[in-house]
């Protein structure tokens, strides 16, 4: 095991002091980071751990985890359980168990998450690329705002990992794109090695293989803007310790290309056991290097850069990043979302002006409702979103066009949601008309309860949003809503007709009638 020193990051949240826990099941290895979240929001690591696991050489090669490597997980967890332990971290709201693409891509996922479960006690989340690409993006603000120069460029945030590259590219603080493509380190030297092809070959047949993969970055990328590369991950850090002798680690490191590529050479000629013998490598470790390397050096190149920027962030920095900021959600990343969810729908030719209206007026709603939908402030998100995207289905067809929105939002990559929020919001526009939630419904019937009624709520709201642009002139500009017994009254300033709104509520108010236990009144204040 090796141990990192402690670290601070800031964070926007408040409240006691709270000692947690985020494990890492990498496709190499799997990490510990324990950590304090004091008053003031920030993170104070206070140890970190590292074992060597066989993983990804499973999944990668066989297409499942083996019973030894099971095994030899649970033995880790159940040592790191221990660490735990000592520093009083013991209930399940402390600790964060994630896994990455060697445990969703395994065909056994399952049945090892399940025997992790009851060897260990963690239940064991897979992580969605999209949920990498958004923790990526939490590690990553700091270094942003600390570098003001960057913020004028466009800063390309790339880690190459054992099953897959994550790509992220910002302008400003704004995500332009995020990319998850199946090029892995590890994935890419099994991938080889099947092949049984001659040591003078794989170097070129590797580089063939990345170049493939780097063909499809270069297209994606923006070029319109001066660019620099930020690599995150455990094998770029490793060559900045290398070729940087004393590497501040709480400063970015700036390597020239000449000199990567002459290390990435030098990594590529030695074996496996020769890395592990002169490196101090753990024998996953060596066998992603060079290749993690090689993929760096390339890209760099293809977009003609002299050095590639390093930052000693990771996976674990993101996660202990959401347990401080726990169900609150930080304006900008929810203006990210929200950037997203418009690209989309600008895709699909959707009515901008109305959906935008509609997002606003649904968030109105949502914000004066509290007292009654009682949701985390993280659902107005999604219901943001599908207020933008409830309409895309027109692209298709006007009929059913609400089942044709859920199918393209279900189904389209959306930066910062998870394939879960996505189905959550798609549901939330596909019953922004028509008939409500039912259980035989697809995709409904694979939400469990606390999500059906969070999908059943955020429609009833969406359908009054939605009622009250009925006219589709962005009228009603302004809403207050109260309570009065067992009905709630909509009260609309400056309006001199709303009599269509008031028709449309009462063809489309029996979702929120039936949810909340509420009929709905619109009325014009006075004066």
């Known amino acids: 095991m090796s141990a990192k020193p402690s670290e601070t990051t800031p964070v926007e949240s408040s409240g006691p002091i709270r000692t947690v826990a985020v494990i890492d099941m990498g496709t190499a290895s799997i990490r510990l980071a324990v950590a304090e979240i004091l008053p003031n929001g920030s993170v104070r690591k206070l140890e970190s751990l590292s074992q060597a696991v066989n993983l990804g050489r499973d999944t990668f090669t066989r297409g499942a985890i083996s019973t030894e490597t099971t095994e030899d997980c649970v033995q880790v967890l159940r040592s790191y359980r221990k660490i735990l332990r000592e520093y009083q971290i013991d209930r399940p709201e402390q600790v964060r168990v994630v896994a990455t693409s060697a445990v969703r891509e395994a065909s056994n996922s399952l049945a090892f998450i399940d025997r992790i479960y009851i060897g260990t006690g963690f239940p064991v989340e897979p992580l969605e690329p999209a949920e990498v690409n958004h923790l990526t993006y939490l590690t990553i603000q700091p270094l942003l705002k600390a570098e003001p120069a960057l913020g004028e460029v466009e800063t390309l945030v790339m880690e190459v990992g054992g099953g897959s590259t994550e790509l992220l590219a910002i302008r400003g603080a704004n995500v332009v794109f995020s990319e998850t493509y199946r090029l892995g380190s590890l994935r890419l030297r099994e991938t080889l090695e099947a092949l049984h092809a001659p040591v003078v070959k794989v170097r070129k047949m590797m580089e063939q293989q990345i170049e493939r993969t780097i063909d499809d970055m270069a297209a994606s990328i923006p070029r319109d803007n001066l660019i620099e590369l930020v690599g995150v991950g455990g094998d770029v850090r490793f060559a900045a310790r290398k070729l940087i002798a004393e590497w501040d680690s709480t400063r970015i490191a700036r390597l020239p290309i000449k000199a990567l590529e002459q290390l990435t050479d030098k990594i590529l000629g030695q074996t496996t056991d020769q890395l592990v013998r002169k490196q101090r490598l753990s024998y996953p470790e060596a066998e992603t290097l060079g290749p993690a390397l090689l993929a760096y050096v390339l890209l760099a190149k293809r977009l003609e850069l002299k050095q590639l920027l390093v930052t000693n962030v990771s ?213």
Request: some cysteine.
């Open 315 to 527: 996976l674990r920095d993101g996660l202990l990043i959401e347990l401080a900021a726990g169900d609150t959600i930080t304006e900008e990343f929810s203006n990210q979302i929200i950037r997203s969810a418009t690209d989309l729908g600008r895709k699909f030719q959707f009515d901008e002006v109305h959906a935008t209206h509609v997002a606003k007026l649904a968030g109105d709603l949502f914000h004066q409702l509290q007292a009654e939908h009682m949701l985390s402030p993280r659902t107005e998100v999604i219901l943001r979103v599908a207020a933008l995207l409830h309409e895309v289905g027109l692209y298709i067809s006007q009929r059913s066009y609400h089942k044709h929105s859920l199918y393209l939002i279900r189904n389209s990559d959306m930066f910062g949601l998870s394939r879960r929020d996505l189905l959550l919001a798609a549901l939330v526009a596909r019953y922004h008309r028509r008939a409500s939630p039912q259980p035989s419904h697809e995709g409904y019937n694979t939400l469990d309860r606390d999500q059906r009624v969070t999908v059943q709520k955020l429609a009833a709201i969406l359908r009054l949003a939605d009622a009250l642009d009925e006219s589709r002139s962005q009228r009603i500009k302004e809403i207050k809503c109260q309570r009065d017994e067992d009905r709630l009254i909509i009260t609309v300033p400056q309006v001199e007709d709303v009599s269509l709104e008031q028709l449309t509520l009462r063809a489309y108010g029996s979702l929120f009638e039936e949810t909340f236990g509420l009929s709905v009144l619109l009325r014009i204040a006075p004066g």
